[in-house]
Protein backbone atom coordinates (compact mmCIF):
# COMPACT_ATOMS: atom_id res chain seq x y z
CA UNK A 1 0.00 0.00 0.00
CA UNK A 2 1.70 3.11 -1.07
CA UNK A 3 0.15 5.99 0.38
CA UNK A 4 1.45 9.12 -1.52
CA UNK A 5 -0.15 12.36 -2.70
CA UNK A 6 0.28 14.80 -5.10
CA UNK A 7 0.33 18.41 -4.78
CA UNK A 8 0.25 21.27 -7.22
CA UNK A 9 2.19 24.88 -6.58
CA UNK A 10 0.38 27.01 -4.12
CA UNK A 11 1.17 30.07 -3.49
CA UNK A 12 -1.46 30.92 -1.04
CA UNK A 13 -1.60 29.32 2.55
CA UNK A 14 -2.93 26.05 3.20
CA UNK A 15 -5.58 25.75 5.43
CA UNK A 16 -5.80 22.64 7.30
CA UNK A 17 -7.42 21.03 10.39
CA UNK A 18 -3.75 19.63 11.10
CA UNK A 19 -0.22 21.13 10.89
CA UNK A 20 0.54 20.71 7.41
CA UNK A 21 3.18 18.60 5.91
CA UNK A 22 2.97 19.78 2.08
CA UNK A 23 5.33 20.85 -0.06
CA UNK A 24 5.30 23.50 -2.60
CA UNK A 25 6.55 22.26 -5.33
CA UNK A 26 5.55 19.87 -7.93
CA UNK A 27 5.83 16.04 -6.77
CA UNK A 28 5.06 13.29 -4.20
CA UNK A 29 5.01 13.19 -0.15
CA UNK A 30 5.02 10.27 1.54
CA UNK A 31 2.15 8.73 4.14
CA UNK A 32 1.81 11.57 6.78
CA UNK A 33 -0.34 11.09 9.91
CA UNK A 34 -3.72 12.04 10.53
CA UNK A 35 -5.33 14.33 13.36
CA UNK A 36 -6.43 10.99 14.98
CA UNK A 37 -3.09 9.87 15.17
CA UNK A 38 -1.64 12.61 17.36
CA UNK A 39 -2.31 13.87 21.36
CA UNK A 40 -4.90 15.79 21.09
CA UNK A 41 -4.23 17.95 24.18
CA UNK A 42 -0.98 19.02 22.78
CA UNK A 43 -1.91 19.78 19.32
CA UNK A 44 -3.34 22.69 18.62
CA UNK A 45 -6.56 21.31 16.39
CA UNK A 46 -6.39 24.41 13.41
CA UNK A 47 -4.12 26.29 12.03
CA UNK A 48 -3.14 28.07 9.24
CA UNK A 49 0.31 26.37 7.92
CA UNK A 50 2.58 26.84 4.73
CA UNK A 51 5.23 25.00 4.12
CA UNK A 52 7.78 27.44 2.05
CA UNK A 53 11.24 25.70 2.05
CA UNK A 54 13.37 23.08 3.74
CA UNK A 55 16.38 22.86 6.45
CA UNK A 56 17.81 19.82 5.78
CA UNK A 57 19.72 18.54 9.55
CA UNK A 58 22.62 16.93 9.63
CA UNK A 59 23.35 13.68 12.07
CA UNK A 60 22.47 14.83 15.43
CA UNK A 61 23.74 11.97 17.74
CA UNK A 62 22.84 13.03 20.89
CA UNK A 63 24.20 16.42 20.72
CA UNK A 64 20.79 18.12 22.06
CA UNK A 65 22.32 21.68 22.82
CA UNK A 66 24.00 22.22 19.06
CA UNK A 67 20.63 21.09 17.80
CA UNK A 68 18.76 23.68 19.78
CA UNK A 69 21.46 26.25 18.88
CA UNK A 70 21.27 25.29 15.40
CA UNK A 71 17.91 25.29 15.11
CA UNK A 72 17.99 28.85 16.47
CA UNK A 73 20.45 30.42 14.15
CA UNK A 74 17.70 28.98 11.67
CA UNK A 75 14.69 30.77 13.06
CA UNK A 76 13.02 27.73 15.11
CA UNK A 77 11.93 28.89 18.42
CA UNK A 78 9.83 26.90 20.61
CA UNK A 79 5.54 27.06 20.53
CA UNK A 80 3.84 26.85 23.22
CA UNK A 81 3.33 22.95 22.89
CA UNK A 82 7.58 23.22 23.22
CA UNK A 83 8.08 22.22 19.68
CA UNK A 84 10.46 23.95 17.67
CA UNK A 85 8.83 25.56 14.49
CA UNK A 86 9.93 28.13 12.07
CA UNK A 87 7.10 30.75 10.65
CA UNK A 88 7.26 29.29 7.09
CA UNK A 89 10.24 26.26 6.79
CA UNK A 90 10.31 22.63 8.27
CA UNK A 91 13.24 21.02 9.22
CA UNK A 92 13.70 17.61 8.41
CA UNK A 93 16.60 15.09 9.85
CA UNK A 94 18.53 12.55 8.10
CA UNK A 95 17.91 10.22 11.00
CA UNK A 96 21.52 9.22 13.46
CA UNK A 97 19.31 10.93 15.91
CA UNK A 98 21.47 8.74 19.07
CA UNK A 99 24.33 6.83 20.07
CA UNK A 100 27.87 8.28 21.10
CA UNK A 101 26.78 11.37 22.19
CA UNK A 102 25.77 12.40 25.45
CA UNK A 103 22.03 14.09 25.65
CA UNK A 104 20.28 11.40 23.70
CA UNK A 105 16.89 11.68 25.28
CA UNK A 106 16.65 15.52 24.90
CA UNK A 107 17.49 14.87 20.76
CA UNK A 108 14.78 12.39 20.51
CA UNK A 109 12.49 14.70 22.59
CA UNK A 110 13.42 17.78 20.59
CA UNK A 111 13.11 15.57 16.76
CA UNK A 112 9.46 13.31 17.82
CA UNK A 113 7.93 16.83 19.13
CA UNK A 114 8.69 18.49 15.95
CA UNK A 115 7.76 15.54 13.64
CA UNK A 116 4.55 14.72 15.78
CA UNK A 117 3.79 19.03 15.54
CA UNK A 118 4.32 19.24 11.99
CA UNK A 119 7.34 21.43 11.94
CA UNK A 120 9.88 18.54 10.85
CA UNK A 121 10.08 15.16 9.22
CA UNK A 122 12.85 12.53 9.31
CA UNK A 123 14.18 9.64 7.99
CA UNK A 124 15.98 6.59 9.42
CA UNK A 125 19.41 6.19 10.03
CA UNK A 126 21.22 3.34 10.32
CA UNK A 127 21.75 3.66 14.21
CA UNK A 128 18.14 3.85 14.85
CA UNK A 129 18.04 0.40 12.48
CA UNK A 130 20.41 -1.08 14.41
CA UNK A 131 18.82 -0.07 17.34
CA UNK A 132 15.28 -1.05 16.48
CA UNK A 133 17.28 -4.87 15.36
CA UNK A 134 19.33 -4.67 18.71
CA UNK A 135 15.67 -4.30 20.77
CA UNK A 136 13.79 -6.76 18.85
CA UNK A 137 13.72 -10.41 19.99
CA UNK A 138 13.73 -12.92 16.80
CA UNK A 139 9.89 -14.40 17.00
CA UNK A 140 11.00 -18.04 16.87
CA UNK A 141 14.66 -17.96 18.50
CA UNK A 142 14.04 -17.04 21.79
CA UNK A 143 16.38 -15.34 23.16
CA UNK A 144 18.13 -14.21 20.07
CA UNK A 145 17.86 -10.35 19.06
CA UNK A 146 17.75 -9.02 15.15
CA UNK A 147 21.21 -7.40 16.22
CA UNK A 148 23.55 -9.58 17.67
CA UNK A 149 24.30 -8.58 21.59
CA UNK A 150 27.93 -9.04 21.20
CA UNK A 151 30.62 -6.68 22.78
CA UNK A 152 31.07 -4.87 19.76
CA UNK A 153 27.23 -3.96 19.07
CA UNK A 154 26.77 -3.41 22.65
CA UNK A 155 29.74 -1.07 22.98
CA UNK A 156 28.21 0.76 19.81
CA UNK A 157 25.26 1.29 21.86
CA UNK A 158 25.88 1.98 25.38
CA UNK A 159 25.18 5.78 25.54
CA UNK A 160 21.60 4.70 24.44
CA UNK A 161 21.38 2.13 26.78
CA UNK A 162 22.75 3.88 29.69
CA UNK A 163 20.40 7.21 28.60
CA UNK A 164 17.57 6.08 27.22
CA UNK A 165 16.02 3.60 29.75
CA UNK A 166 12.75 1.77 30.83
CA UNK A 167 9.36 3.37 29.19
CA UNK A 168 11.31 6.16 27.38
CA UNK A 169 13.39 3.70 25.44
CA UNK A 170 10.47 1.24 24.23
CA UNK A 171 8.75 4.49 23.28
CA UNK A 172 11.57 6.00 21.26
CA UNK A 173 12.16 2.22 19.64
CA UNK A 174 8.62 1.91 18.35
CA UNK A 175 8.73 5.52 17.15
CA UNK A 176 12.00 4.09 15.49
CA UNK A 177 9.76 1.48 13.46
CA UNK A 178 7.46 3.92 11.93
CA UNK A 179 10.25 6.20 10.18
CA UNK A 180 10.15 6.21 6.57
CA UNK A 181 13.46 4.98 4.92
CA UNK A 182 13.14 7.72 2.38
CA UNK A 183 11.14 10.79 1.54
CA UNK A 184 10.88 12.03 -1.56
CA UNK A 185 9.84 15.99 -1.69
CA UNK A 186 9.34 16.71 -5.60
CA UNK A 187 11.99 18.76 -6.10
CA UNK A 188 13.88 17.45 -3.21
CA UNK A 189 14.92 13.68 -1.94
CA UNK A 190 16.45 13.05 1.36
CA UNK A 191 17.57 9.76 2.67
CA UNK A 192 20.08 8.68 5.45
CA UNK A 193 23.30 7.64 3.25
CA UNK A 194 22.39 6.62 -0.63
CA UNK A 195 19.69 7.42 -2.62
CA UNK A 196 19.05 4.03 -4.82
CA UNK A 197 16.19 3.57 -7.27
CA UNK A 198 16.52 0.21 -7.54
CA UNK A 199 17.21 -0.62 -3.86
CA UNK A 200 13.83 1.56 -2.80
CA UNK A 201 11.64 -0.52 -5.47
CA UNK A 202 13.08 -3.84 -3.81
CA UNK A 203 11.82 -1.91 -0.27
CA UNK A 204 8.30 -0.34 -2.11
CA UNK A 205 7.72 -4.60 -3.15
CA UNK A 206 8.84 -6.15 0.61
CA UNK A 207 7.13 -3.54 2.71
CA UNK A 208 4.14 -2.46 0.24
CA UNK A 209 5.76 1.48 1.13
CA UNK A 210 8.90 3.21 2.51
CA UNK A 211 8.10 2.12 5.96
CA UNK A 212 8.48 -1.49 7.95
CA UNK A 213 5.02 -2.58 9.50
CA UNK A 214 5.94 -5.87 10.83
CA UNK A 215 8.18 -7.67 12.85
CA UNK A 216 8.59 -9.82 9.63
CA UNK A 217 9.86 -7.18 8.08
CA UNK A 218 12.35 -6.51 10.56
CA UNK A 219 13.40 -9.99 10.53
CA UNK A 220 14.39 -10.19 6.78
CA UNK A 221 15.78 -6.41 6.91
CA UNK A 222 18.18 -8.11 9.26
CA UNK A 223 19.19 -11.20 7.41
CA UNK A 224 21.78 -11.00 5.04
CA UNK A 225 21.45 -12.51 2.01
CA UNK A 226 17.79 -11.62 1.97
CA UNK A 227 16.68 -8.63 -0.78
CA UNK A 228 15.70 -6.83 1.64
CA UNK A 229 19.08 -6.83 3.56
CA UNK A 230 20.87 -5.56 1.25
CA UNK A 231 18.45 -2.69 -0.15
CA UNK A 232 18.31 -1.38 3.43
CA UNK A 233 22.05 -1.68 4.00
CA UNK A 234 22.67 0.80 0.69
CA UNK A 235 20.21 2.84 1.67
CA UNK A 236 21.04 3.23 5.20
CA UNK A 237 24.67 2.36 5.28
CA UNK A 238 25.91 2.90 1.14
CA UNK A 239 27.10 0.50 -1.03
CA UNK A 240 30.59 -0.27 -1.23
CA UNK A 241 33.15 -1.34 -3.79
CA UNK A 242 35.25 -4.47 -3.36
CA UNK A 243 39.39 -3.38 -3.36
CA UNK A 244 40.60 -7.46 -3.11
CA UNK A 245 38.69 -8.21 -6.24
CA UNK A 246 40.95 -5.93 -8.31
CA UNK A 247 44.15 -6.83 -6.53
CA UNK A 248 44.37 -4.33 -4.08
CA UNK A 249 45.74 -4.66 -0.33
CA UNK A 250 42.35 -4.84 2.60
CA UNK A 251 43.15 -1.89 5.28
CA UNK A 252 42.25 -0.96 8.78
CA UNK A 253 39.38 1.05 9.92
CA UNK A 254 39.55 3.45 12.61
CA UNK A 255 38.20 0.04 14.94
CA UNK A 256 41.23 -1.85 13.77
CA UNK A 257 38.74 -4.42 11.83
CA UNK A 258 40.02 -5.91 8.61
CA UNK A 259 37.90 -4.49 5.49
CA UNK A 260 38.23 -5.79 1.97
CA UNK A 261 35.62 -2.94 0.52
CA UNK A 262 35.65 0.68 0.35
CA UNK A 263 32.49 2.93 0.85
CA UNK A 264 31.65 3.83 -2.93
CA UNK A 265 30.97 7.44 -3.75
CA UNK A 266 27.91 7.74 -4.99
CA UNK A 267 27.38 11.31 -5.25
CA UNK A 268 30.44 11.94 -7.29
CA UNK A 269 28.68 12.01 -10.64
CA UNK A 270 31.50 11.08 -13.74
CA UNK A 271 33.24 9.01 -11.40
CA UNK A 272 34.49 6.02 -13.61
CA UNK A 273 37.98 5.07 -11.82
CA UNK A 274 38.30 2.78 -9.10
CA UNK A 275 40.22 6.02 -7.61
CA UNK A 276 37.78 8.04 -7.79
CA UNK A 277 35.04 5.91 -6.63
CA UNK A 278 36.61 4.18 -3.54
CA UNK A 279 36.20 6.46 -0.42
CA UNK A 280 39.47 5.99 1.45
CA UNK A 281 40.04 8.60 4.36
CA UNK A 282 44.12 9.75 4.41
CA UNK A 283 44.95 8.24 7.73
CA UNK A 284 43.99 4.81 6.72
CA UNK A 285 46.77 2.10 6.91
CA UNK A 286 47.30 -1.88 5.59
CA UNK A 287 47.11 -4.40 8.14
CA UNK A 288 51.01 -4.30 7.77
CA UNK A 289 50.53 -0.62 9.39
CA UNK A 290 51.61 0.76 6.49
CA UNK A 291 50.08 4.17 4.95
CA UNK A 292 47.16 3.01 2.36
CA UNK A 293 48.37 3.57 -1.06
CA UNK A 294 47.06 6.05 -2.92
CA UNK A 295 44.61 3.61 -5.68
CA UNK A 296 45.02 3.04 -9.20
CA UNK A 297 43.66 4.53 -12.17
CA UNK A 298 41.66 1.56 -13.15
CA UNK A 299 37.87 1.90 -14.93
CA UNK A 300 35.37 0.55 -13.02
CA UNK A 301 32.69 -2.07 -15.31
CA UNK A 302 29.45 0.22 -15.89
CA UNK A 303 27.57 -1.89 -14.11
CA UNK A 304 29.30 -1.59 -10.89
CA UNK A 305 29.11 2.30 -11.29
CA UNK A 306 25.15 1.68 -11.58
CA UNK A 307 24.91 3.11 -8.08
CA UNK A 308 26.74 6.51 -8.80
CA UNK A 309 23.64 9.19 -9.02
CA UNK A 310 22.86 11.12 -12.09
CA UNK A 311 19.19 12.42 -11.81
CA UNK A 312 18.81 16.44 -11.61
CA UNK A 313 16.81 16.54 -8.58
CA UNK A 314 18.77 17.64 -5.26
CA UNK A 315 19.15 14.62 -2.63
CA UNK A 316 20.47 15.37 0.51
CA UNK A 317 22.03 12.67 3.34
CA UNK A 318 24.14 12.23 6.02
CA UNK A 319 26.21 9.19 7.38
CA UNK A 320 29.18 9.93 5.77
CA UNK A 321 31.55 12.04 8.84
CA UNK A 322 32.70 14.96 6.72
CA UNK A 323 35.45 16.76 8.21
CA UNK A 324 35.94 20.41 7.87
CA UNK A 325 34.04 23.46 6.09
CA UNK A 326 31.46 21.65 3.16
CA UNK A 327 33.94 20.96 0.10
CA UNK A 328 32.58 20.40 -3.90
CA UNK A 329 32.86 17.05 -5.32
CA UNK A 330 33.49 15.19 -2.20
CA UNK A 331 31.02 16.85 -0.17
CA UNK A 332 28.40 18.29 -2.53
CA UNK A 333 27.61 18.43 -6.07
CA UNK A 334 25.47 19.98 -8.54
CA UNK A 335 22.31 17.81 -7.08
CA UNK A 336 23.96 16.18 -3.93
CA UNK A 337 24.98 17.57 -0.71
CA UNK A 338 25.95 15.27 2.57
CA UNK A 339 25.10 17.54 5.59
CA UNK A 340 26.87 15.14 8.33
CA UNK A 341 29.26 17.12 9.44
CA UNK A 342 30.65 14.84 12.56
CA UNK A 343 28.67 16.91 15.09
CA UNK A 344 29.95 14.51 17.60
CA UNK A 345 33.29 13.98 16.95
CA UNK A 346 34.34 17.88 17.46
CA UNK A 347 32.93 18.58 14.18
CA UNK A 348 30.06 21.00 12.62
CA UNK A 349 26.35 20.13 13.21
CA UNK A 350 25.37 21.76 9.94
CA UNK A 351 22.02 21.68 8.00
CA UNK A 352 21.38 23.12 4.39
CA UNK A 353 18.88 25.60 3.85
CA UNK A 354 16.90 24.53 0.55
CA UNK A 355 13.91 26.79 -1.29
CA UNK A 356 11.51 26.19 -3.44
CA UNK A 357 13.00 26.38 -7.32
CA UNK A 358 16.92 25.44 -6.36
CA UNK A 359 17.68 22.83 -8.86
CA UNK A 360 21.14 23.31 -7.72
CA UNK A 361 23.13 22.53 -4.71
CA UNK A 362 24.75 26.08 -3.58
CA UNK A 363 27.82 26.51 -1.45
CA UNK A 364 26.36 29.42 0.26
CA UNK A 365 22.86 27.58 1.61
CA UNK A 366 24.90 25.44 4.32
CA UNK A 367 24.09 26.40 7.30
CA UNK A 368 27.05 25.54 10.32
CA UNK A 369 26.20 25.60 14.06
CA UNK A 370 27.46 29.39 14.62
CA UNK A 371 28.86 27.87 18.06
CA UNK A 372 30.75 24.94 16.52
CA UNK A 373 32.74 27.65 13.89
CA UNK A 374 33.24 29.83 16.73
CA UNK A 375 34.61 26.90 18.90
CA UNK A 376 37.04 25.87 15.84
CA UNK A 377 38.43 29.64 14.83
CA UNK A 378 38.91 31.29 18.33
CA UNK A 379 40.84 33.86 16.89
CA UNK A 380 37.86 35.07 14.95
MN1 LIG B 1 25.80 8.94 11.58
Redesign the pocket.
Given at each position: MTMQMRFTFRSRPNLTCCPVKHQSGYGTVAEQPRCGDRDEAVVPRCEIRVVNGYDIIG?V?GCATKLAQLLGDLGYTPDDTGAYRHPERQAVFVG?LIDRGDEQLRVLDIAKRMVDNGTAQIVM?N?EFNAIAYHTEHPQRSGEYLRARCAKNQAQHQEFLDQVTGEQRERYIEWFKALPLWLDLGELRIVHACWHEESMRIVERELGSNRFKTTDHLVRASAKGQPLYEAVEVLLKGPEISLVDRGQPAYLDKDGNRRTQARLRWWKEGATTLRDLAEMGGTLTTEGGARYPELPDIQVPADERSFVYTDPVPVFY??YWRMGTPEHLMDWTAHTACV?FSAVRGGTLTAYRWSPGESRIRRENYVPHTADVVAQNPSG
Open positions: DHDGHGHD
